[in-house]
T-cell receptor, first 112, second 115 residues
Framework: GNSVTQMEGPVTLSEEAFLTINCTYT??????LFWYVQYPGEGLQLLLK?????DKGSNKGFEATYRKETTSFHLEKGSVQVSDSAVYFC???????????FGDGTTLTVKP | DSGVTQTPKHLITATGQRVTLRCSPR?????VYWYQQSLDQGLQFLIQ???????AKGNILERFSAQQFPDLHSELNLSSLELGDSALYFC??????????????FGPGTRLTVT
């Protein structure tokens, strides 16, 4: 079956530091890949997505590139802010599957 | 605001009881998905409905059931509740039935506490 493995957290960074959260996946076919963010006490918000190999998803300074050869979709941001503190989830959806399969989530704390 | 609404926001109940969680999808979305988020299991898919019909089942217990009504809102029924059912229950919606490229929009969740 499909699975997503995320870098274990928590991750603590200083403001303006570079962020990488690793995500690798196992899936049959060609899934779509997503990053979601969950702020404290809130639901999941879609951060970015990529639907085919070599696509780059980007939003709010975050980027992730769909790498089929390494089955990865690492999340990066060049300069994090305190307001980026949240839990980040990597997820995939199969080409004909409605449901999402999520990683365990990575908690990011950014200190001023 | 994703456009997906869930009620209630919080629910506290005792073991053995039954509760109903409600979800209204975004306008125009025909698919509704239910997920459970717990500390030990992470985010797990429970069940999907599309235009009133069940489409996919995940790790949903037999004590749990769901349905989607003609107006497309959905309800998740949890019965014979156990302490381990305490979790955040999310509803999500999307426009399509099974196309993985379509975005899923998540509601704010219902936090269930079983005491």
């Amino acid at each position: 079956g499909n699975s997503v493995t995320q870098m274990e957290g928590p991750v603590t960074l200083s403001e303006e530091a570079f962020l990488t959260i690793n995500c690798t996946y196992t899936a049959t076919g060609y899934p779509s890949l997503f990053w979601y963010v969950q702020y404290p006490g809130e639901g999941l918000q879609l951060l970015l997505k990529a639907t085919k190999a070599d696509d780059k998803g980007s939003n709010k300074g975050f980027e992730a590139t769909y790498r089929k050869e390494t089955t990865s979709f690492h999340l990066e941001k060049g300069s994090v802010q305190v307001s980026d503190s949240a839990v980040y989830f990597c997820a995939l959806r199969g080409p004909n599957a409605g449901k999402s399969t999520f990683g365990d989530g990575t908690t990011l704390t950014v200190k001023p | 605001d994703s456009g997906v609404t869930q009620t209630p926001k919080h629910l506290i109940t005792a073991t053995g009881q039954r509760v109903t969680l409600r979800c209204s999808p975004r306008s125009g979305d025909l698919s509704v998905y239910w997920y459970q988020q717990s500390l030990d299991q992470g985010l797990q898919f429970l069940i999907q409905y599309y235009n009133g019909e069940e489409r996919a089942k995940g790790n949903i217990l037999e004590r749990f059931s769901a349905q989607q009504f003609p107006d497309l809102h959905s309800e998740l029924n949890l019965s014979s509740l156990e302490l381990g059912d305490s979790a955040l229950y999310f509803c999500a919606s999307s426009v399509g039935e099974g196309q993985g490229t379509y975005e899923q929009y998540f509601g704010p969740g219902t936090r269930l506490t079983v005491t």
